[in-house]
C-alpha cells in the first residue's frame, strides 16, 4: 500500500476515529506495562506507538481544526465577513484537551491498575467529552455558514447568502459606496449595482473580519490592488498584490515546518536507538530490532537534508550569480553556467530556471522524492497501479530548477540578465491582463 493510500484509508473518519482512542490509550498503557520484557523492548514499543500514533493524531487535528478555523474560501474568493463563533471554538478546544488527558489517564490507570473509581470518572469525562469534541465543530462551521458570507477575489465583491445564492462576483467598479459599520448589512445599505438587496440575506450577525471593511470600501473606490498589509491581514493570495512585501511572511509556517521535521528526525532517531538497544541486550526478540532498525536509518537519511535545506531556505540563500553562471545552493547544484543556460521564468514569483537539451542534466539529491519515482515506475506496470507519495520536497527536473516565491529568486533574475545576458520571462498577472481600471 502506498503512502497516500494509507493516508487515505487513515483519513476515513470511523478508522481515524478508533485508532486516535486506541492510540491514546496504548500511549498510557504502553510506558507504565509490565517490565518482564526489558527496558530496551519497552522503548522500542513506546516510541513505536508514538511514532504510528503521531501520523494518525496529525491527521486528527488537521480535520478538527479544519472545522474550527474561520472560513477563509470561496470557491476562488477569500472570505472576508461571516458569522463569528468564539463560544463553539472555545468549548471545543476544552472539550478535545478533556478526551486527550483523560484517555491517557485512563491507559495509564488500567496499567497501574488503579481504584475504578478513577477509571469510572476518567471514561465519564471520554463520554461526554469525546462528543463534544467530535460533533461540535462540524455542527458549528455549518451554523455560521448558513448565514452567508462576502468574499473578494480580484473579478469583485462575492455575496453568498443565507438562502444558499452564490451569485456572480459584482466587479470592483460596479460596487458603489461601502460605509463604515461593523455590520456587513450596515456597510452594503447603499452599494450600487442591484446590491441593496442583497444585505437582507445575510443573517444577522455577520461581521467584518478586523480591516476588512476598510480595505473593500477602499478597493470599491479604487480598485482592487492589494496592499501588503490587507494580503497579511485578510490571507489573500500574495499574486493579487503588485507588491512583493506581500509574499507571505512565514516566519509562522517557517518555525513549524522545521519543527515537524526536527521532530520527526528526532523520532526517527530515537526508534533506530530502541531497536538497537533490543538488539545489543540480545533478549529473545532481539530479531524484531533486527528487521525493524532499517525503517528509522531510512528515515533519518532522508529527513537530516531535508531540514538542511530548509534551513538554507529560510536564510534566503538559494542562489548567487557569478560571472561564471548561476550558483544553486537550495538543490546542492552547485554552478550552472550562463551558456547553459536557456532561460529563467517567474510566474507570480515561481522562479524556474531552464537549462538547454545539451546542458548537464540535474540530479534530485533527495532520496525520498527518488525514492517515490521508483515506485511510480514500479506501478506502472502493475495492473491496479497504487499512487505513490509524490514528491515530498521540491521536485527538481532534468532540465529546471525551481524556487519558491519565499526563497525570493525572483530578486536574483535581473542581475543573472544583467551579468549573464539571459531571457528572463514574466507571464503577465491577471490585473496587466485585464487592462487599466475605466
Known amino acids: 500500500m502506498s503512502p497516500r493510500t494509507t493516508m487515505g484509508f487513515l483519513s476515513i473518519p470511523p478508522v481515524r476515529g478508533v485508532l486516535s482512542v486506541l492510540f491514546l490509550l496504548a500511549l498510557g498503557a504502553v510506558p507504565f506495562a509490565d517490565g518482564d520484557r526489558g527496558a530496551g523492548v519497552r522503548l522500542?514499543?513506546?516510541?513505536?506507538?508514538?511514532?504510528?500514533?503521531?501520523?494518525?493524531?496529525?491527521?486528527t487535528l488537521a480535520g478538527f481544526h479544519r472545522d474550527l478555523r474561520e472560513p477563509r474560501r470561496l470557491d476562488d474568493a477569500v472570505i472576508v465577513a461571516h458569522r463569528p463563533r468564539q463560544l463553539?471554538?472555545?468549548?471545543?478546544?476544552?472539550?478535545?484537551?478533556?478526551?486527550?488527558?483523560?484517555?491517557?489517564?485512563?491507559?495509564?490507570?488500567?496499567?497501574?491498575?488503579?481504584?475504578?473509581?478513577?477509571?469510572?470518572?476518567?471514561?465519564?469525562?471520554?463520554?461526554?467529552?469525546?462528543?463534544?469534541?467530535?460533533?461540535?465543530?462540524?455542527?458549528?462551521?455549518?451554523?455560521?455558514?448558513?448565514?452567508?458570507?462576502?468574499?473578494?477575489?480580484?473579478?469583485?465583491?462575492?455575496?453568498?447568502?443565507?438562502?444558499?445564492?452564490?451569485?456572480?462576483?459584482?466587479?470592483?467598479?460596479?460596487?458603489?459606496?461601502?460605509?463604515?459599520?461593523?455590520?456587513?448589512?450596515?456597510?452594503?445599505?447603499?452599494?450600487?449595482?442591484?446590491?441593496?438587496?442583497?444585505?437582507?440575506?445575510?443573517?444577522?450577525?455577520?461581521?467584518?473580519?478586523?480591516?476588512?471593511q476598510r480595505a473593500v470600501a477602499r478597493w470599491a473606490a479604487e480598485g482592487f490592488v492589494p496592499t501588503a498589509a490587507e494580503v497579511r491581514a485578510l490571507d489573500l493570495e500574495s499574486s493579487w498584490s503588485p507588491d512583493p512585501d506581500a509574499l507571505p511572511r512565514s516566519r509562522g509556517g517557517?518555525?513549524?515546518?522545521?519543527?515537524?521535521?526536527?521532530?520527526?528526525?528526532?523520532?526517527?532517531?530515537?526508534?533506530?536507538?530502541?531497536f538497537l538497544a533490543v538488539i545489543v541486550q540480545g533478549d529473545e526478540s532481539w530479531w524484531v530490532g533486527l528487521l525493524l532498525v532499517w525503517a528509522p536509518v531510512l528515515g533519518a537519511v532522508i529527513l537530516a537534508p531535508r531540514l538542511w535545506r530548509e534551513l538554507r531556505t529560510g536564510q534566503r540563500r538559494c542562489a548567487t550569480i557569478t560571472s561564471q553562471g548561476w550558483f544553486d545552493l537550495l538543490h546542492g547544484q552547485g554552478l550552472v553556467r550562463w551558456e547553459h543556460i536557456e532561460r529563467i521564468e517567474v510566474h507570480q514569483r515561481h522562479t524556474v530556471v531552464l537549462t538547454r537539451g545539451s546542458a548537464p542534466p540535474f540530479r534530485d539529491r533527495d532520496l525520498g522524492n527518488r525514492l517515490n519515482h521508483r515506485l511510480e515506475d514500479a506501478m506502472r506496470s502493475s495492473p491496479r497501479p497504487l499512487p505513490s507519495a509524490g514528491p515530498l520536497f521540491r521536485e527538481i527536473g532534468p532540465h529546471h530548477l525551481p524556487y519558491r516565491p519565499e526563497t525570493r529568486a525572483f530578486d536574483l533574475v535581473d542581475r543573472a540578465a544583467e551579468v549573464g545576458g539571459i531571457d528572463v520571462r514574466r507571464p503577465p498577472t491577471c490585473e496587466e491582463m485585464r487592462g487599466p481600471r475605466r
Request: glycine fraction near 12%; include cysteine; hydrophobic fraction near 55%.
Open 44 to 59: 522500542a514499543a513506546a516510541l513505536g506507538v508514538l511514532m504510528l500514533g503521531a501520523i494518525i493524531w496529525a491527521s
Open 88 to 212: 463553539a471554538i472555545i468549548v471545543s478546544w476544552v472539550a478535545m484537551a478533556l478526551t486527550v488527558i483523560s484517555l491517557i489517564a485512563f491507559g495509564v490507570s488500567a496499567s497501574a491498575q488503579a481504584q475504578g473509581g478513577l477509571a469510572a470518572s476518567l471514561l465519564l469525562t471520554v463520554a461526554v467529552a469525546l462528543p463534544v469534541a467530535t460533533a461540535l465543530p462540524g455542527l458549528s462551521r455549518r451554523y455560521a455558514e448558513g448565514a452567508g458570507v462576502i468574499a473578494v477575489s480580484p473579478a469583485g465583491l462575492t455575496i453568498a447568502t443565507a438562502r444558499g445564492d452564490t451569485p456572480e462576483p459584482v466587479p470592483w467598479s460596479r460596487v458603489g459606496t461601502v460605509r463604515p459599520s461593523r455590520s456587513v448589512a450596515g456597510s452594503l445599505v447603499n452599494a450600487g449595482c442591484g446590491m441593496c438587496d442583497a444585505p437582507d440575506g445575510l443573517g444577522a450577525r455577520v461581521r467584518w473580519r478586523p480591516g476588512a
Open 254 to 274: 517557517r518555525w513549524v515546518g522545521l519543527a515537524a521535521l526536527a521532530l520527526a528526525l528526532l523520532a526517527c532517531l530515537l526508534m533506530a536507538l530502541g
